[in-house]
């Protein structure tokens, strides 16, 4: 079954600080891995992909993820957290040839200042 | 670049009444469509995805439909509403030759009383 797991319902960090979003996926052959942020009563932003290539993708806002294939994990990064970065984060997997994306039950970030 | 109109934007409706929402593309053509509900601000459940006009595939059965009557317009239907209905309405786009990312309207929110 193709699925991406995000383990923590909700992640605090103080401003300044560095941050980070867990993400684990479960996707067969070569996965495309995504991360989005959402505001509230907004729709989803696009923030950065995975296809293939350099393990470390770097984004919008600042923020990268690293492709780790041994862990099957594609963490969400920042180096300093802005109050503005709180948001609710989703990681999305797609694989080869599908038409949808699998969705994370995602992450409320909150940065306190 | 691509623009994507949800309207309404926020909608209160009795149980038992009908529903439409209708997204339209602006930018692109021949985009791949689809409709998500987000429930209580977390998880997306994927509802309906359609790959041309006329040609819609329905991921979850439920009181609801959708439409594709033009290249650029999705419509969510529903002859009469449930409770259970009640949720954030996402409109996303995939458009022809990108590798997966989706891009989301601003949402439509539905409450049903």
């Known amino acids: 079954a193709q699925s991406v797991a995000q383990p923590e319902d909700q992640v605090n960090v103080a401003e300044g600080n560095p941050l980070t979003v867990k993400c684990t996926y479960s996707?067969?052959?070569?996965?495309?891995l995504f991360w989005y942020v959402q505001y509230p009563n907004r729709g989803l932003q696009f923030l950065l992909k995975?296809?293939?290539?350099?393990?470390l993708v770097k984004g919008s806002y600042g923020f990268e993820a690293e492709f780790n294939k041994s862990q099957t994990s594609f963490h969400l990064k920042k180096p300093s957290a802005l109050v503005s970065d709180s948001a609710l984060y989703f990681c999305?997997?797609?694989?080869?040839?599908?038409?949808?994306?699998?969705f994370g039950t995602g992450t409320r970030l909150t940065v306190i200042p | 670049s691509q623009t994507i109109h949800q309207w309404p934007a926020t909608l209160v409706q009795p149980v038992g009444s009908p529903l439409s929402l209708e997204c339209t593309v602006e930018?692109?053509?021949?985009?791949?469509l689809y409709w998500y509900r987000q429930a209580a601000g977390r998880g997306l459940q994927l509802l309906f995805y359609s790959v041309g006009i006329g040609q819609i595939s329905s991921e979850v059965p439920q009181n609801l439909s959708a439409s594709r009557p033009q290249d650029r317009q999705f419509i969510l239907s529903s002859k009469k509403l449930l409770l259970s209905d009640s949720g954030f309405y996402l409109c996303a786009i995939r458009t022809s030759g990108n590798t997966g990312e989706l891009f989301f309207g601003e949402g439509s929110r539905l409450t049903v009383l």
């Open positions: 930018g692109t053509s021949n985009p791949n």
């Open positions: 996707v067969s052959g070569n996965p495309y």
């Open positions: 995975y296809i293939t290539g350099d393990n």
């Open positions: 999305a997997s797609r694989y080869t040839g599908a038409n949808n994306l699998f």
